[in-house]
C-alpha cells in the first residue's frame, strides 16, 4: 500500500457531515510532521539539545544523551561496515529493557535499518515465525535466549548475530557481578553454540575504529515490523514508517503539554521497549522532552521494583493495570514518596475502574488512560492529563486523528449505540508486512483502519471502549462485554485480579465464566456471584466461577483471555 496516497487527502473532510475530532482545549488540534525527515532527527535534536542530561539508567547506571549517541554512532558503523548491512535490510532485536536496547534501536535506525522488535519470551518456534516471516539479516539477542536460536537460526535468513549479557552496558565492577551470577549462580544462560557471532561491546569497538557513511532516510520509509495478532489470525508484521512513529510521538507530546516541562522529567520505564506502547511513549515522546527514562529490566519482580520507585525521584510512570494493581498489593507500596510524581499513564489492556480509584486514594495522583493499537503506532485516544478526564473511558483522539464507529456492514451507527472503533489519522500503520489481503481486510481504500474494538461515544463525547469484539460474550442474543463484568467483580475487596469469557452453554448458547485470584482466601464462588448481582443484570451475572492462583498474562501484563478459553490452560 502506497502510504503517500494513504494520506495525502483528507476522506473525513470529504464527507458531507465530516465527524469532527473532539479536541481538548489545552491541545493544540495540529502536529508538524514536517519538521523532521526521519527519526534520527528527533533523536539528534534531543542530543543537541539535552547533551550532558540522563537519558537512560538501568541498574543504578546511567548514560548522557551525549554519551548515548557515541554509542548509536559506533553501532551503526559496525552494523554497516562490518556486517555490510544495507538500507532496508532487516534487523531483529530481542532483549528486555536495558541500555543496550536504546544503542540498538537508534544505531540500526541510523544505518538505515528496519528493526524488527521481539518478544525475549518468545518460544523457538515462535522466534522461527518472526525471523523468517520479516526476513531478518542480522539479530541482537541476550545471551539468555542464543540456545533458542541456535535451534532455529538454519531455518531463517539470519546472517550475523550479536550476543549480549544483561550487565554489558554497566561499569566495573558491576558488570562482571551481574553477569557471573546470571550465568553460573542462577543458571539462566544455558548452553548455546553459535561461534560466529559478535559480542555487543566488541561490536561497538569496532565500529569506533570503522568510518560510517550516512544513509538518506525518507519520512515514508519503514522504520519497524512490530509483531502483533492483529485484529484476527497469526502473528504478522504492522509495517510502521518513520512518518507513522514521529506522528504518534507528537501527538503524545502535545497532549502531555500540560503537565510535562522539558529537561525536567524522570519516567519509569517497567513496561518493555520492544512494545510499542513504550516504545513510543517512553523511549520517543519522554526523550523529546529531554526526559531521564530509568528502565526497569524485571517488572515483574515487584519488591525490586518498589526499591527502584523509592530512590528514583520520578515524576511520570507507564504502565498497564495489572502492574499498578499488583504495586499496590504489595506491603511496601505505601513507603513511597508520591509528592513529585505528575501522571502515570496506562494502555495496552483496559484500565479497572477499582483500580483507577484504589491508586488514586493511595497515591493522591491519577492515572490516565489511553487507547490505541500496534497498527496505530499505538495511540489513537487518550484523557486528558489536566484532571478532565473521565475514568471508565479512554478519552479523546489525539490531534489529527478522527474515530467513527461502525456496525458489521461498515455502517456508522448513531451516538450513543455501540459499533465497530475504526480510525484515521497519520499515525495509522502503512499495512502488515507482505500481506495484501491481511491488510485490505482492516484498512480501507480511504485509510481507515477497523480496530476489532467495540466502543461508544458517552454522554460528555468522550470515547468509551466496550471490548474487543472478538472477545465479546453471547448469552441468549444479548451481547456480554468481558470488560463489564470483570470491574463489577473486581471491586470486591476480595478479589485481587479477575478474567471473564464466555463458555458454551446448552440452554442460552453461552454463559459467563470468571476466573478469580483471590486476594482474601475465605473467598468463595457464591460470594463473587452476589457482588456481581448488585450492579449486573441476571445474564451478565457469572454462571461459572473458578479461583487460580494466577491468570495468564503477555509479557507486559495483558490478561490472556484466549488462554483461559483454552481447555486446560
Known amino acids: 500500500m502506497d502510504e503517500m496516497n494513504l494520506h495525502s487527502s483528507n476522506p473525513v473532510m470529504n464527507r458531507k457531515d465530516p465527524w469532527r475530532p473532539l479536541y481538548h482545549p489545552s491541545v493544540s488540534p495540529k502536529i508538524d510532521i514536517d519538521q523532521y525527515k526521519n527519526i534520527l532527527d528527533v533523536f539528534d535534536q534531543a542530543v543537541s539539545r539535552y547533551s550532558h542530561r540522563k537519558a537512560f539508567t538501568n541498574f543504578g547506571h546511567t548514560v548522557t544523551y551525549s554519551q548515548l549517541s557515541e554509542k548509536v554512532d559506533q553501532f551503526a558503523a559496525f552494523l554497516q561496515q562490518e556486517l555490510k548491512l544495507k538500507k532496508g535490510d532487516r534487523i531483529a532485536i530481542q532483549m528486555p529493557n536495558l541500555l543496550q536496547y536504546p544503542v540498538a534501536i537508534f544505531g540500526a535506525l541510523k544505518a538505515g535499518l528496519i528493526i524488527v522488535n521481539t518478544n525475549p519470551l518468545y518460544t523457538a518456534s515462535e522466534m522461527k515465525h518472526q525471523f523468517k516471516d520479516s526476513g531478518a539479516k542480522c539479530i541482537v539477542i541476550l545471551k539468555n535466549y542464543a ?194 510524581v505528575k501522571i502515570s499513564v496506562a494502555g495496552a489492556m483496559a484500565l479497572q475502574k477499582a483500580v483507577s480509584e484504589r491508586w488514586e486514594k493511595m497515591t493522591q495522583t491519577k492515572i490516565v488512560e489511553g487507547y490505541g493499537l500496534t497498527e496505530t503506532s499505538p495511540v489513537a485516544c487518550c484523557n486528558p492529563i489536566d484532571g478532565t478526564d473521565r475514568v471508565g473511558t479512554i478519552g479523546l483522539p489525539v490531534p489529527e486523528t478522527w474515530i467513527k464507529f461502525v456496525d458489521d456492514e461498515g455502517n456508522e451507527v448513531t451516538h450513543n449505540e455501540p459499533g465497530e472503533i475504526c480510525v484515521y489519522g497519520p499515525q495509522v500503520m502503512k499495512g502488515y508486512w507482505e500481506r495484501p489481503d491481511e491488510t485490505a481486510q482492516v484498512i480501507d481504500k480511504d485509510g481507515w483502519l477497523r480496530t476489532g474494538d467495540i466502543g461508544v461515544l458517552d454522554e460528555k463525547n468522550y470515547v468509551k471502549i466496550v471490548d474487543r469484539k472478538k472477545d465479546m460474550i453471547l448469552v441468549s442474543g444479548f451481547n456480554v462485554y468481558p470488560n463489564e463484568v470483570e470491574d463489577a467483580i473486581a471491586t470486591h475487596p476480595g478479589v485481587l485480579e479477575v478474567a471473564a469469557i464466555g463458555v458454551p452453554d446448552i440452554h442460552s448458547g453461552e454463559v459467563v465464566k470468571v476466573v478469580v485470584v483471590k486476594k482474601d482466601p475465605s473467598l468463595t464462588e457464591q460470594m463473587v456471584i452476589d457482588h456481581a448481582k448488585q450492579s449486573l443484570t441476571n445474564y451478565k451475572v457469572p454462571k461459572i466461577v473458578e479461583f487460580r492462583t494466577e491468570l495468564p498474562k503477555t509479557n507486559v501484563g495483558k490478561i490472556l483471555r484466549r488462554a483461559l478459553r483454552t481447555p486446560n490452560a
Open 147 to 340: 540456545h533458542l536460536l541456535e535451534s532455529i537460526i538454519k531455518e531463517t535468513k539470519i546472517e550475523s548475530v550479536i550476543l549480549t549479557e544483561i550487565g554489558d552496558a554497566l561499569s566495573f565492577p558491576k558488570n562482571l557481578l551481574i553477569n557471573f551470577v546470571i550465568k553460573y549462580v542462577k543458571k539462566m544462560v544455558p548452553a548455546y553454540h553459535l561461534p560466529q557471532a559478535y559480542d555487543f561491546n566488541q561490536a561497538l569497538e569496532i565500529g569506533r575504529l570503522a568510518s560510517f557513511q550516512k544513509v538518506e532516510m525518507n519520512i515514508v520509509d519503514t522504520a519497524f515490523l512490530q509483531y502483533t495478532g492483529g485484529t484476527t489470525g497469526v502473528s504478522k508484521g504492522a509495517i510502521l514508517t518513520h512518518r507513522n512513529i514521529i506522528a504518534n510521538m507528537l501527538q503524545i507530546c502535545n497532549w502531555m503539554r500540560p503537565k510535562l516541562k522539558e529537561g525536567e522529567e524522570i519516567a519509569l520505564t517497567p513496561l518493555p521497549l520492544y512494545h510499542i506502547f513504550s516504545l513510543t511513549v517512553n523511549c520517543l515522546a519522554f526523550m523529546r522532552y529531554g526526559a531521564q527514562n530509568i528502565l526497569i529490566t524485571n517488572p515483574r519482580d515487584i519488591p525490586a521494583f518498589i526499591k527502584e520507585m523509592k530512590k528514583s525521584n520520578f515524576t511520570v510512570m507507564s504502565g498497564v493495570n495489572t502492574l499498578f494493581n499488583a504495586l499496590m498489593n504489595h506491603p511496601d507500596f505505601t513507603s513511597i514518596d508520591f509528592k513529585r
